[in-house]
């Protein structure tokens, strides 16, 4: 057991898990972001290691877009292991580097939404890298719905493109 300076005992991580109450997601059977990683929908990955997964936005906000995975299904930040967030963040930062030596981008918007009233739409813990250019809005904010589903030749392009400058 470890006692802070004022003698109170911590709670262990497993307690500190139990004693959360979940963030509440959208209802699910299926996990699409599970399906991609075991091969069972097609999707574009950039690159992956055994912690995480980085695969092209099928909604491109901004050319470039892609988000970050942990390969276990974590649903929300309350869920997911800190290793995992290292795991992940990591990641997140070479993609937005990889976006700046392969598209040219001068900034990214680099976030992540828990819960149905936070606007997460996939129940699997996901981190947005978002490149923003010169000629970028800064102060748009992307919604979901603006953005039409790209085809999967297109994505597997901007993967190729991005891995290149891995
Ligand atoms: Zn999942």
Redo the contacts with the bound molecule.
Sequence with gaps: MIYTLHDRPLLSESELEEALMPFPVAPYDT?S??LDLSGGRECAFVTENDRTAALVDERQYERGAILIIPRH?RETILDIKDSELEAVYALAKRMAMAAEHAYGAVGANIYQNNGLKASQHEP?FHVHVVPRYEDSESEKLFLQRDYEVIPIEEQRQIASILRAAL
């Design positions: 996990c972001f599970c299904h699997h």
